[in-house]
């Protein structure tokens, strides 16, 4: 039984009734700092009960050089969603779909973030136990000015919750790419809403917490290549096939309305892979230095591939195929970033072009499957790639754990192992919760608002007025 | 009176208007369109989605004169138009019933 109009007044509702109860927990007098569950506590240097302005405690570890570079970090990454995300994807939909394509990066930031801050910061980064986190960090309660963790090492606890922030800002907006065109905005917010909380705080609980079983395992992941391009990319896959294809795919032209615009946006997310990648190594130094240099080489290398690859399989360079490439090229060097040298980064960002050239060419096609922006094709399959090839050409000199080259063979092994873990139980969960969605609000629009158009069905605008 | 409507390749245009102007004629209205006959279209290339592209961009030229006028209409056209190549266009001509100015309530070829 489908009451729309119920639902989603009842899920504004929980929204704001929640947003209320964050004064109350943040004002509560200072006991332990054991949150409602009962989890452990968040290991806590200096703390502050009170949000009223108090000079921080003189003994902090707070490194400045860490913490600007950091913040800055955080600033390039939301970039990375809004607006480099909206117009990649933007540009290569149709024009009558362009705002409702914004919209999921947008919307998404905006749901992100107060989820963030009310339970899933606290789901992915409090100790908890090796699965998941706890719940100390409930409306970021006991988070205070000079408050460091484990994770946070010498930055504020603060810039290290933004910082992730938007990460899990824009794992959620890439699964947009997959469904795009043919969803419900409201089906987006709930599922973005779930998807956060039961898929995304787990896995990147196993990767970063310092608790997390991955992490224990040894799993080389530097800066999310499988909370970010794995988990987003295997959702992408499942929602696909859960959603279905577009109408008239294969059979009405699809082109993309604006190719300008997804070229914007590729450079923004280019530049912004900067943040990404060098930002986490949660220091300004050597290591940021070399992920960035990494993150340079692979990006051109695996854009120049795909340009090769396209110029001679399909006999002209396309921009939109460049531009792929570069995203494809980022997506292989995440998880190696701070743990490879250059020509270990050269090599992966020609791999992780040639796969996702392969993948978004010609797998797509072969398995039949609608996956609108190749969402799967380039962050699935890229971040798989990148994966196994840090397990490879790790260097104990770069990163502190050495890879196959330097004979560390098992290396692999471990990446494997999170690459299998995160794909089942992400595969899963999408699933279970597009079920859910499907069951209670629906997923797609129906057919005559999916021809005539998301952005005035959804939202009642049109992008362009002429 | 006779309307004459002409599809021409865009580029044309000026050479059409310019070749129009020297035989007297006043003013015309200009449209964007689509269409093919012989010309075949392109294919485009979308990562891994290719579509055969039909239709390609042509502007359609209408004059209404009076039916003396025709023949140099005609030649003018087709002249100015002409590249000796499939795609150049076509040229039809029907017959006007009737035209008016609205500033003025004029009717017939003073209309025009």
Known sequence: MRNLFLLNRLGIIALAVLLMLAPMRAFSAEGTKTGAAGAPAVTVLATQASPQAVPAPAHTTINHGDTAWMLMSTVLVLMMTIPGLALFYGGMVRDKNVLSTVAHSFATTCLVTLLWYIVAYSLSFTDGNAWIGGFGRLFLYGMGRATVTHESRAIPESVYMSFQMTFAIITPALISGSFAERIKFSAVLWFTALWLIFVYSPVVHWIWSTNGWLAKLGVLDFAGGTVVEVNSGVAGLVTALVIGRRIGYKKELMAPHNLVLTLLGASLLWVGWFGFNAGSAVSSGGLAGMAMANTQIATAAAAMTWMFAEWSARGKPSVLGMASGAVAGAVAITPASGFVDPTGALIIGLAGGAACFWAATYLKNMIGYDDSLDVFGVHGIGGVVGLLLTGVFAVKAIGGTAGAIEGNIGQIGKQVTAIVAVVIYDAVMTYVILKVVDLVIGLRPSEEQEREGLDLTQHGERAYNE | ?112
């Open chain 2, 1 to 112: 009176m006779k309307l004459v409507i002409a599809i021409i390749k865009p580029f044309k245009l000026d050479d059409v208007r310019d070749a129009l102007s020297e035989i007297g004629v006043q003013g015309l209205t200009v449209t964007e369109v689509k269409g093919f006959g012989r010309q075949k279209g392109h294919t485009e290339l979308y990562r891994g989605a290719e579509y055969v592209v039909n239709f390609l961009p042509k502007v359609k030229l209408e004059v209404a004169i009076e039916s003396e006028l025709l023949d140099k209409v005609i030649e003018a056209i087709t002249r100015s138009a002409r590249m000796g190549k499939i795609g150049d266009g076509k040229i039809f001509v029907l017959d006007l019933e009737q035209a008016i100015r609205i500033r003025t309530g004029e009717t017939g070829q003073n209309a025009l």
